[in-house]
């Protein structure tokens, strides 16, 4: 047989309810699933109708401009006439660039995190110590860039 949870554990009250009226409230919960399952379904129903309606009108689209010669004819040769290698090449290009922007923000987030624990701690030791100028994030003082 269940205990009740003591009174801290159930925020400083204990639940002044009858086993009859807990296993009827689990029984209306139990029996009111159904409507979060009702949700559940139509919420897939939208996503699916949503799909089928986008390729429908892709498809209205491509018939509407089939033996036209339009803009997107050309982009369509255009991209045809590119070559695989240098594709991957800007690709990979684009990707160290990102890859960087990436890493440098990582280091400076770092820095920025570690830099107030150092200084105090710099400070504890000598409370004369002057600063190098850095700016919180480790890039040069602003006022040193133009010497």
Not at 11 to 33: M, P, V
Not at 49 to 65: D, P
Not at 106 to 131: F, G, I, N, Q, W
């Amino acid at each position: 047989m269940a205990t009740s949870p003591p009174a801290a554990a159930s925020g400083g009250r204990r639940d002044a309810r009858t086993k009859e009226q807990l296993l009827a409230e689990i029984d209306r919960l139990k029996s009111s699933g159904w409507i979060e399952q009702a949700g559940s379904t139509a919420r897939t129903v939208v996503r699916v109708a949503g799909v089928c309606f986008v390729a429908y009108m892709a498809k209205e689209a491509i018939r509407e401009l089939a033996g036209r010669d339009t803009t997107a004819n050309i982009l369509v040769e255009f991209l045809a006439s590119i070559k695989v290698s240098v594709a991957i090449a800007w690709g990979a290009a684009a990707g160290g660039v990102a890859y960087g922007y990436y890493e440098r923000k990582l280091r400076k987030r770092a820095v920025h995190k570690l830099t107030a624990r150092k200084s105090e701690l710099e400070k504890l030791l000598d409370p004369t110590r002057s600063s190098s100028g850095l700016t919180h994030t480790g890039d040069t003082n602003p006022e040193d860039d133009g010497k």
